[in-house]
Structures are given as structure tokens and as C-alpha cells.
């Protein structure tokens, strides 16, 4: 079934450390990818997007994602992370069907 | 910057009831968008519009409809809200080009 996966329901990382949030897809074609993150009580924010070209993407706040069409891959990264980062992150695709297709999203929590 | 704005932050209502959930946006977008959102279950994709008088139903379309008198405004109606409704409710808008999918702030009904 065609469907976004996002594996990790919650996430813990210190201040300053890495991060990656994991997304994979199921579609025949690849679809456009989005990142977005959505912080408590607000609405969501597109954090970065992939249509064609240079796998890897940069997007605001520092965050990157690599676009890997052999694993169906779109996962999240940041070198360091801020407590400001805390929030819920959202992939999502438009499988060429003029609509946007949501994971389930990653809870990120951030400790000092 | 496109704006999409819904009308209300939060709404308590009874159930039974017939609900409106409004949304406008500022930059003659085409498409329009209802998502429901749930812990744990992401976002969901409830209604989309094409155009003024066009609609499509999305993943979840049992007991909501929608109106698009206008190409500006999208309307999310509950006919007989239920307390399996209560949820938070995003609009988006997107133009011709995929670039840009906005999001309102989102809707939080209560449905007691």
C-alpha cells in the first residue's frame, strides 16, 4: 500500500547533540518530500522540500535532509540540536496527485 | 507570504450539532485543503477543492462535506457533530506551482 512511514514515534537527544528523523515512502514514482515541524499550540512550518536535482536539501533553522531513492529514503538532519528544536516533525509527500500525503510524525524532546 | 486564516482557534460545541469550520486565503490559490489531526495518526486528509464548486473527498470523509462558493474561502461543515470529531482541523492552500502547500494555524474543536 502507498503510504509514508516515519519509524520513530518519539525521540530523546541532549543539547548540542545530532540528530536524524527517519521517513521512507511507498510510491511507484518518487513523489515531491516535505519536512515540516510543528511546535506546541502552533501551526505546522515547512522546514525544507525536495522536487529533483542535488540529493541533499538545506532547509531553515539548520536542518538538512538526503533524498536516498534506492532506500525511499527522506530523512531529517541536524549537526547540533537547540532545546528550541523541541516540537513534533512531520514528513510528508505529494505523489504527483495534487495533494499532500502526511507520516505519522516524530515527537522530539530535547534535553540540557 | 500567502496567509491562510481560520476563523476560530478553538470551539467547544455540543454534539448534534451542525459545525463550521471556516478558511481563507489571500493569494487566489486553487487548491484547498481539510486535514484532521490526531496524536499518534499525523495528519489526515479530509476534503480537497480544485476550484469554486469542486471537491474531491480525501482519506477520511465520513460525516464531513465542504463548500467553495468562492475561490478565497473553503468551509469544513460537521452536519451532526460527534464526540469522535473532537480534533484539531488545518487548512492549507496551494497554487499552481507545488512550491507552495501553506497551512492555517488550525482549528481546535471540542465536541462535548
Known amino acids: 500500500a502507498q503510504s509514508v512511514t516515519q519509524p520513530d514515534i518519539h525521540i530523546t537527544v541532549s543539547e548540542g547533540a545530532s540528530l536524524e528523523l527517519r521517513c521512507n515512502y511507498s510510491y511507484g514514482a518518487t513523489p515531491y518530500l516535505f519536512w515540516y515541524v510543528q511546535s506546541p499550540g502552533q501551526g505546522l512550518q515547512l522546514l525544507l522540500k525536495y522536487f529533483s536535482g542535488d540529493t541533499l536539501v538545506q532547509g531553515i533553522k539548520g536542518f538538512e535532509a538526503e533524498f536516498k531513492r534506492s532506500q525511499s529514503s527522506f530523512n531529517l538532519r541536524k549537526p547540533s540540536v537547540h532545546w528550541s528544536d523541541a516540537a513534533e516533525y512531520f514528513c510528508a509527500v505529494d505523489p504527483h496527485t495534487d495533494k499532500l500525503i502526511f507520516g505519522t510524525g516524530t515527537r522530539l524532546q530535547v534535553f540540557p | 507570504d500567502v496567509k491562510v486564516t481560520q476563523s476560530s482557534r478553538y470551539l467547544v460545541k455540543r454534539t448534534g450539532e451542525k459545525v463550521f469550520l471556516e478558511c481563507v486565503q489571500d493569494m487566489d490559490h486553487e487548491n484547498m485543503f481539510w486535514y484532521r489531526q490526531d496524536p499518534g495518526l499525523g495528519l489526515r486528509l479530509i476534503y480537497f477543492?480544485?476550484?469554486?464548486?469542486?471537491?474531491e473527498k480525501g482519506d477520511i470523509p465520513e460525516g464531513y462535506s465542504v463548500s467553495r462558493e468562492k475561490k478565497e474561502r473553503f468551509s469544513l461543515i460537521l452536519e451532526s457533530a460527534s464526540t469522535n470529531q473532537t480534533s484539531m482541523y488545518l487548512c492549507?492552500?496551494?497554487?499552481?506551482?507545488?512550491?507552495?502547500?501553506?497551512f492555517g494555524s488550525g482549528t481546535r474543536l471540542t465536541v462535548v
Open positions: 492549507a492552500s496551494r497554487g499552481g506551482s507545488i512550491v507552495g502547500y501553506t
Open positions: 477543492s480544485y476550484d469554486v464548486k469542486m471537491k
